[in-house]
């Protein structure tokens, strides 16, 4: 193939200003959006999406240390968490009360983890002992428990585009509890366990929300584990083990990519291709899990490409005008520290003030 570059980014990349000490900076996978908080709120909160429709600034009262915020679908309620015991919301719809309401989590000696929007008026709390489920009523600024589940917690992963919530349990943590939410109902799907490399002795939490990501591939909900070896002759490195969730059945091991190296990943979907990334080489592999044997429980995935680098691409820094390059620029680099798995199809300059999706170049 003639084409250098496989990927390339978007022309028109999410630009916001850096974090410090005075600027906090989030992001919400489910909206694509990014949010700078400046002195908690109270001196600006500016909102920035894929596009102008989904970007607003706003002024909120500091009462203290944000931990997370998210807009609901729509950006119709804005939901905030300052505490370990409950999380604030704040109409955005034209009409209503703008004054901020807050619900603690109803599980006695609770910590939330985090909360994830399922639609524009219901939220799901994550806590180290469960999920609630709530619905929002912004015009009388309270929530109603709809269905709770107890369970403990390590940690959590959300897909947006399918609504389903994976909880990691257990002292490994490596079984897996997904809950699905749709028109108000919460289901409890079929618990699965990941296979871990090694099984420490004594037990010990063993599997990292690092390693671990939900997407839609071909249509299909899959959980993709970053699995580490170290390199040896029988082992030729990491590898990507994806495994199947459906809504009804149970979970199983479908495909394994070879990754053959070793380092620090992150992952993309482009176009139902999986993509990988490599820090240390500044490269990146495609997957095609369609290509596979038939009638085979497990297959085993090579890279249908040779690695490459994504096609360079210079941001203009504050203050130049898109395309003019007249002053210097932010040339973009793949930089992912904490070797975290990233599900979300944005990938951030080496300054930390970009987020872009990424496209194929491949025709």
């Known amino acids: 193939m003639a084409e250098e570059h496989y990927l390339e980014l978007s022309e028109n990349p999410v630009q916001f200003e850096h974090a410090s000490s005075v600027n906090n900076v989030f992001f919400d996978e489910a909206n694509k959006q990014v949010f700078a908080v400046r002195s ?49 919301f704040i109409n955005f719809i034209p009409d209503y009360p703008h004054t901020e309401f807050s619900q603690e989590c109803k599980t006695k000696n609770a910590s939330v983890l985090g909360f994830c929007w399922t639609s524009w008026n219901e939220v799901v709390f994550v806590t180290d002992q469960g999920i609630e489920f709530y619905q929002v009523f912004p015009d009388k600024r309270s929530l109603k428990l709809l269905k709770s589940q107890n369970i403990n917690v390590n940690w959590y992963q959300y897909c947006p585009e399918t609504a389903v919530i994976l909880l990691s349990t257990t002292v490994q943590g490596n ?51 970053l699995k580490h070896h ?28 070879k990754l053959n190296t070793t380092g620090k990943f992150a992952l ?10 490599h820090q240390s080489s500044q490269t990146s592999l495609i997957f095609d899990i369609k290509l596979k044997e038939p009638e085979c429980a497990v297959n085993t995935h090579q890279p ?43 990938v951030s300059d080496s300054s930390g003030r970009v987020f872009s999706p990424i496209g194929s170049r491949i025709q």
């Open 230 to 257: 170290s390199r040896t002759v029988n082992s030729p490195g990491a590898e990507v083990v994806l495994y199947h969730l459906p809504r009804e059945g149970i979970c199983k091991k479908s495909h394994v990519l």
């Open 304 to 346: 249908v490409l040779p690695a490459r680098s994504i096609h360079p691409y210079r941001i203009p820094l504050s203050g130049n005008p898109c395309g003019s390059f007249d002053k210097p620029a932010a040339v973009c680099s793949l930089l992912f520290p904490k070797s975290r798995l990233l599900s979300a199809v944005l």
């Open 175 to 225: 079984v897996l509890q997904p809950f699905a939410f749709r028109n108000g109902a919460m289901t409890k799907m079929s618990k699965f366990e990941i296979e871990l490399p090694v099984v420490p002795k004594p037990a010990k939490l063993s599997l990292s929300e690092r390693d671990i990501a939900m997407a839609t591939i071909y249509g299909q909900l899959y959980v993709m584990y």
């Open 268 to 277: 993309n979907i482009v176009d139902n291709l999986v993509v990988v990334h």
């Open 40 to 88: 908690g709120g109270a001196t600006g909160v500016v909102v920035k999406g894929p596009d102008d429709k989904s970007s607003v600034a706003f002024r909120m009262d500091d009462r203290g240390e944000v931990k997370c915020i998210k807009f609901s679908i729509g950006n119709k309620i804005l939901a905030v968490q300052r505490t370990l015991k409950s999380v604030d």
